[in-house]
């Protein structure tokens, strides 16, 4: 079945550091690809996708690029700020609903 | 806001009971999905429903069931609690019923916790 699998956490950096979460996948077919982000006692919001090879999502500085030959997505930020402190999540969807990587904490420190 | 209200925030309740738990979609969406958080787990999908028919199953246990009203809320009903059933459980919703490429939109969750 389709799995998602993210770098462990949590990842601490200081700010304006770059930024790289690791995503890789396991999927039959063509999945979409997306990363969403929980803020601390919030629910899950989208931050970018991708639904087909080669496409680079991006948002709010982040950035992703749907690589099948690699079957991965990474995370990029080339300048962190505090307020992106929060735990990502790598998820894919073919023709079922999101499954989502176990998450990657990231706590950006001033 | 994304527009998904879920209750209650928290509960707490004792092995062997049953709980249910509310969630109304944002406003224009006719597709809910549950899902639970763990530690150990991550996010499960659990179940979902479309204008009032269930349309894909996921992890859910027997112990659990769900349903969508005509008014398009849904309630997760959880039955004979276990330890292990403590989590956080999520309500998303979205405008598709099949095209799973639209974002969901979830609400802030139901910490369940069972002593």
């Known amino acids: 079945g389709n799995s998602v699998t993210q770098m462990e956490g949590p990842v601490t950096l200081s700010e304006e550091a770059f930024l790289t979460i690791n995503c890789t996948y396991t999927?039959?077919?063509?999945?979409?690809l997306f990363w969403y982000v929980q803020y601390p006692g919030e629910g899950l919001q989208l931050l970018l996708k991708a639904t087909k090879a080669d496409d680079k999502g991006s948002n709010k500085g982040f950035e992703a690029t749907y690589r099948k030959e690699t079957t991965s997505f990474h995370l990029e930020k080339g300048s962190v700020q505090v307020s992106d402190s929060a735990v990502y999540f790598c998820a894919l969807t073919g023709n079922t609903p999101l499954v989502f990587g176990k998450g990657t904490r990231l706590s950006v420190i001033a | 806001d994304s527009g998904v209200t879920q209750t209650p925030k928290h509960l707490i309740t004792a092995t062997g009971q049953r709980v249910t738990l509310r969630c109304s979609p944002r406003?224009?969406?006719?597709?809910v999905y549950w899902y639970q958080q763990s530690l150990d787990q991550g996010l499960q999908f659990l179940i979902q429903y479309y204008n009032g028919e269930e349309r894909a199953k996921g992890n859910i246990l027997e112990r659990f069931s769900a349903q969508q009203f005509p008014d398009l809320h849904s309630e997760l009903n959880l039955s004979s609690l276990e330890l292990g059933d403590s989590a956080l459980y999520f309500c998303a919703s979205s405008v598709d019923a099949s095209s799973y490429n639209s974002p969901l939109h979830f609400g802030n969750g139901t910490r369940l916790t069972v002593t």
């Open positions: 406003s224009g969406d006719l597709s």
């Open positions: 999927a039959t077919g063509y999945p979409s």
